[in-house]
């Protein structure tokens, strides 16, 4: 054996490595999307529309083109290819031409020399509108004449499991309720960026930020009318995601106007634009009702969700899908008839938001449970516990869980937790409201409670999911090539991680993020850890077998009489040969693509092994409430989950940091509201997210490692649950604070007061 | 250019005078600094004031870039994240502590935290963790929940306090 050395090496799998952009962030010195800039360029702004749905009867562009300095006006008359576009169903405009369906929907886009010069030629442009009724409530679009040529029902999924037609035994309780979210935006604090710059051969560079830039490129070259080759996406710095970057923003409005002006644009949208321009959580209304046995044995889950789409498709059928599927929750349901309904409204587009579709039937199915607990007189965690899905378990989707599940040890651990400490009575900052609006002491009170949350990873239902990575290794120098898109959440650390950990090199850098390479797919439904981790996993072990041949072939002895023992390789007859030495002068490089496990699609009804693996993570929440006033603090998270294994424990804390800051949002503050259809609160004013001080103290109970067979290092992707069950868990627990029933997140103060007022 | 009269002057941005010539005068200190001085270490999150992502100091007051013209900050001391450090690649104490504690996931709102942290440490200390979290509740952060954020904070008067004679 070789000794290996004392000297200090970098991070490997499991150990908590600093990013490698985090010098350069702290630095000002990273180049976000918006901090791009090319010899030449325009700035190019959007006009979209003020009303939810409108006839246009005029558009006229000629006085904006008559503003000093303005170059270019564009409308659906100038776009090339394609006219539409989208994510799942290319049914979106890139300019509304006859219609305009959604409040903020784009009309028109205009290139000039400075920003405010576009911003005054957006004011010129000309557009009549004859305004329509818009519909805004999805449960009426079923019935409602159709908005779109594609009709309002983007998707009905049917799931009906077990004996649906058989009667519940007599002795059977039964708890019914209806639920509601409102919308919540992604706020990532990064506003939507591009810059384009033409191309000599007709073709286009765009530099965005995204999640997906493969997918992103086929739209943006559909609608260009240009073969893929010529359109070149690049990863600009990612100011944070979250979902909403997963559906092309700006991305053909400014490839447009570069290739028509020849002349590289950048567009930036501001916070306001930003609310406008990419899709939101879906609100959901959401009918359930729970029988059981009086033991508490769950027998049958009944629901029937309905989840605003907004105008266009977006992800809108793979959002219901994860809802209907997961809406029962993490527990043995025997009997299930889900109804999922995913509709389109003249509301802005919904789709992609961390949790996909899991975070509103969380929010039901564990108010549900709490709900069955109480009118069985059974503790809350003791009902849970008592139905908790287990490996070997069948879903109500009728597959069978084959890989971890530690449902039962989440909310063992959970639930064995110490509490906080009380408030103090004197510290005013520590109560509701803080300092600026507390009421007396004594109108304090407090609630626990705990939830749970249940969700797939990777995509579902038959999508061939896949990832492609390149490492190459060359002069001791390992570099990795992947599309994948760092939003922030620490891929490029990942990336590092698990090539040191293959190929025993510490000098591992990676290639930008472009389409020059295959795709990665989307940085979404928590797949990069698996996916793309996977393929660069795969991809340093296939560089690894070439340098054991190459060294093999050298010393004329078998592969498998050497050792790669952390940067040097065992061979019998000598002296260990260094791997950076070995690969001076030489190149060994593959490319790989993997794919998951296939999976199936659902079928009639609803039944199928549509999902690869699943994650689970258990939140306790203690919230004080002032039922005076209806102000709540949440005072402490603590949580358990289920991450497979762990790659980087510092980045895995701020994850799930960081998801529950976005639970605690859509629990007690954030909602994009709507008057008929018009977005009323586009800005940081009005659409509040937390604070340093909303944010509570969050205690990491256990993160529970049981490698998950598959999985790249046994490890799940661990960034959507910190964010399903939190948002579960403060909710419950302001119900235990006032008793109330509270069914609407985000509960807002008069939810509180005047309930509580009424009561008195 | 755009139609108005045009400005021109000169700003002192981390010791060294830039000139301006013929800006629009209604150009925020922000989009100076980002699109005509070259420094877009500020960010451009909210432009209004509410999310601290442009936060800079003038005259040695920690303001947001985007609601200061750019125009009214003449003859005055300005400091971005790009001038916290002398040597381009060293790291100050605070930025040192943000790397070190994971407390940068995106990095959109860390130039931000970083110019607020400096203001912090220049403070008598702040008595508890609710009046330090209170002190950059003007810094929006949507990738952390600010719990690393509060370490580096931790971290960074820990530092500071060590240096200290």
Known sequence: ?760 | MIDDEEVSYRLRVNGADHDVPGAWLGESLLYVLRERLGMPGSKNACEQGECGSCSVLVDGRLVCACLVLGAAAVDRSIVTVEGLTDESDALSLVQRAFVDAGAVQCGFCTPGLVMTVHDLLERPKAASEFELREAISGNLCRCTGYGRIMDAIERAFAEADGQRP
């Open chain 1, 1 to 760: 054996m070789t000794v290996v050395g004392t000297r200090r090496r970098a991070p490997r799998v499991g150990e908590s490595a600093p990013r490698p952009d985090g010098v350069p962030k702290v630095q000002g010195r990273f180049a976000f999307g918006s901090d791009l800039w090319a010899e030449g360029m325009l700035w190019g702004k959007t006009l979209r529309s003020p009303h939810a749905s409108a006839r246009i009867v005029r558009l006229d562009v000629a006085p904006a083109l008559l503003i000093p300095g303005v170059r270019c006006v564009l409308t659906h008359e100038d776009v090339t290819g394609s006219p539409y576009y989208g994510l799942e169903h290319r049914d979106q405009p890139v300019f509304a031409s006859d219609v305009v369906r959604y409040h903020g929907e784009p009309v028109a886009a205009v290139a000039a020399d400075h920003p405010e010069t576009a911003r005054r030629a957006l004011e010129a442009i000309i557009v009549e509108y004859e305004p329509l009724t818009p519909l805004v409530d999805a449960e009426q679009a079923l019935d409602a004449d159709p908005i779109h040529p594609d009709g309002n029902l983007v998707r009905h999924l049917r799931i009906r499991h077990g004996a649906v037609d058989a009667p519940l035994p007599p002795d059977a309780v039964s708890v019914e309720g209806i639920y509601e979210i409102g919308m919540q935006d992604q706020a990532f604090m990064g506003p939507e960026c591009g810059l384009a710059i033409p191309s000599d051969d007709g073709g286009v560079e765009l530099y965005v930020s995204t999640q997906w830039l493969h997918v992103d490129r086929d739209q943006v070259a559909a609608c260009l009318g240009l073969p893929n080759e010529k359109v070149r996406l690049t990863l600009a710095g990612v100011g944070g995601a979250f979902g909403g970057r997963e559906d092309v923003s700006l991305h053909v409005h400014v490839c447009l106007l570069a290739l028509r002006t020849g002349r590289p644009i950048k567009m930036v949208y501001s916070r306001e634009e930003s609310f406008f321009g990419h899709v939101h959580r879906h609100p959901a209304r959401m009918w359930y009702r729970h029988s059981s046995a009086p033991d508490g044995t769950i027998l049958r889950v009944d629901a029937r969700l309905m989840f605003d789409g907004g105008a266009y498709a977006s992800s809108s059928s793979a959002v219901i899908a994860n809802a209907s599927c997961f809406a029962a929750g993490p527990y043995r349901v025997p009997i299930a008839a889900i109804d999922g309904f995913a509709m389109r409204t003249n509301n802005p587009p919904c789709g992609a938001m961390r949790g996909f579709g899991a975070v509103q039937t969380c929010f039901a199915h564990e108010a549900q449970m709490d709900k069955l607990a109480a009118a069985l007189a059974i503790d809350p965690v003791a009902l849970r516990l008592h139905n908790a899905l287990a490996p070997g378990d069948v879903l109500i989707t009728g597959q069978t869980i084959t890989g971890t599940a530690p449902v039962a040890e989440l909310l063992r651990s959970l639930a064995g937790a110490p509490l906080p400490s009380d408030r103090s009575a004197d510290d005013m900052l520590a109560r509701p409201g803080g300092a600026g609006r507390t009421a007396d002491d004594a109108h304090v009170r407090r609630g626990v409670a705990i939830a749970i949350s249940f969700k797939n990873l990777l995509f579902s239902e038959g999508f061939d999911d896949y990832s492609t990575a390149r490492c190459r290794l060359e002069n001791g120098l390992v570099t990795v090539h992947s599309a994948c898109a760092e939003v922030g959440q620490g891929f490029v650390t990942l990336a590092q991680q698990i090539a040191r950990e293959t190929l025993g090199i510490d000098e591992v850098v990676l290639a930008a993020a472009d389409t020059t390479i295959g795709s990665a797919g989307s940085t979404s439904a928590s797949r990069q850890t698996w996916m793309s981790g996977g393929a660069v996993w795969r991809a340093c072990l296939a560089v690894r077998a070439q340098v054991l041949a190459a060294v093999a072939a050298d010393h004329g002895c078998p592969v498998d009489s050497l050792e790669w023992v952390d940067d040097q390789i065992t061979v019998p007859d000598g002296p260990p040969v260094a791997v950076r030495t070995f690969s001076e002068g030489r190149v060994f490089e593959e490319v790989v693509e993997y794919h998951h496990e296939p999976t199936s699609t659902l079928d009639e009804n609803g039944q199928g092994n549509a999902h690869v693996s699943f994650a689970f993570a258990a939140h306790r929440a203690v919230v004080d409430v002032d039922v005076q006033l209806g102000l709540t603090r949440v005072v402490e998270i603590a949580t358990t989950q289920d991450v497979g294994r762990i790659i980087n424990p510092l980045q895995a804390l701020g994850q799930i940091e960081g998801g529950i800051a976005q639970g605690v949002g859509l629990a007690v503050m954030e909602e994009i509201v709507f008057d008929n259809g018009r977005l009323r609160n586009p800005s940081f004013t009005d659409y509040l997210i937390p604070t340093a001080l909303d944010m509570p103290s969050v205690t990491v109970v256990e993160l529970i490692e049981q490698p998950e067979p598959g999985a790249p290092f046994g490890a799940k992707g661990i960034g959507e649950p910190p964010t399903i069950s939190s948002t579960a868990a403060i909710a419950a627990a302001i119900r235990n604070a006032t008793g109330l029933a509270l069914t609407r997140v985000p509960i807002r103060p008069d939810d509180i007061a005047l309930a509580v007022g009424g009561e008195q």
